[in-house]
């Protein structure tokens, strides 16, 4: 261990907006960190948490704009470990679930920094039972799949196999699939699923501001685009959807978050 590098950095997940979802060891950190980084889908109500002398530092991405750039991010990692004893590096839901905490990880413990992961609950899991639909159901939901839809149309090669995914994935669970939804539905059917195969859309899932859209495979992205969903939101495909217990969905927290991304 390089002596300089004296801080860890703890690459904790703040959970999918409702501060109650925050892990008791990620409050923990945040409260007493003297350092935080944090992205775009955190809400002031978590981050208020920190203390006052706590260097807090923004490096939220935007859709098809990263405002501060990836590299430069685990550069400031680096430098913060330099002069903080405790660095929170706060991502949105999982820093392992579509949040590059395993780039993160990579850059700094390659450069001799000590580094802890800290799980937090993934927006996907918190979408479906904010809604109050099982993700698994003994009936009709053997296998999950969570995917990003943040891809496809301008890849020369798709990283996400759509075909087999139709085929083998009872429910699955799409993070920043709205922009590109007409391109997975399109995927998705002509790949042999149902047209009439039930598709939940979840705006928002925990915080105010949640929206919901319940629709068909054929159906869905006329839907999306008529009441203008936007991100962020999860999209739920599968018959799981048709056995929503909606008196069981907590209410939304009455905190906002930020919507573009
Ligand atoms: C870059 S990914 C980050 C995922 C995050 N690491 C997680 O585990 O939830 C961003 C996407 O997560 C989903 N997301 C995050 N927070 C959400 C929320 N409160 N409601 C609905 N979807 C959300 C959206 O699909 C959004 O486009």
């Not at 300089?4 to 703040?14: C, E, H, K, N, P």
């Not at 799980?119 to 993700?135: K, R």
């Amino acid at each position: 261990m390089n002596d300089t590098l004296f801080g860890t950095v703890y690459l904790v997940g703040a959970g999918p907006g409702d501060p109650d979802l925050l892990t008791v060891k990620a409050q923990r950190l945040i409260s007493n960190c003297d350092a935080i980084v944090y992205d775009s889908l955190v809400p002031n109500e978590i981050l208020s948490l920190v203390k006052a002398s706590c260097e807090c530092i923004f490096v939220g991405k935007r859709r098809n704009k990263h405002s501060v750039p990836q590299p430069k991010t685990n550069e400031l990692l680096l430098e913060l470990v330099k002069s903080f004893k405790c660095i929170v590096r706060l991502k949105g839901g999982d820093p392992f679930v579509f949040g590059r905490g395993g780039e993160e990880a990579a850059y700094l413990s390659g450069k001799g920094v000590s580094v802890e992961v800290v799980p937090g609950v993934t927006s996907g899991i918190a979408a479906s039972a904010y809604m109050g639909i099982p993700l698994t159901h003994r009936l009709c939901g053997s296998s999950v799949t969570f995917v990003t839809g943040h891809e496809g149309f301008n890849k020369k090669i798709p990283s996400v196999n759509w075909k087999e995914l139709a085929k083998s994935s009872d429910s699955i669970v799409i993070y920043m699939g709205v922009h590109n939804l007409r391109y997975i539905v399109e995927q998705l059917l002509i790949n042999g699923l149902n047209p009439l195969m039930p598709v939940a859309v979840i705006q928002q899932a925990t915080v105010k501001g949640q929206r919901y859209l319940k629709s068909t495979l054929a159906e869905i992205v006329g839907q999306v685009e008529k009441e203008k969903f936007e991100s962020p939101a999860i999209v739920i495909v599968g018959s799981v959807v048709n056995y929503q217990v909606s008196e069981c969905a907590p209410t939304p927290s009455n905190v906002t978050m930020p919507i573009s991304f």
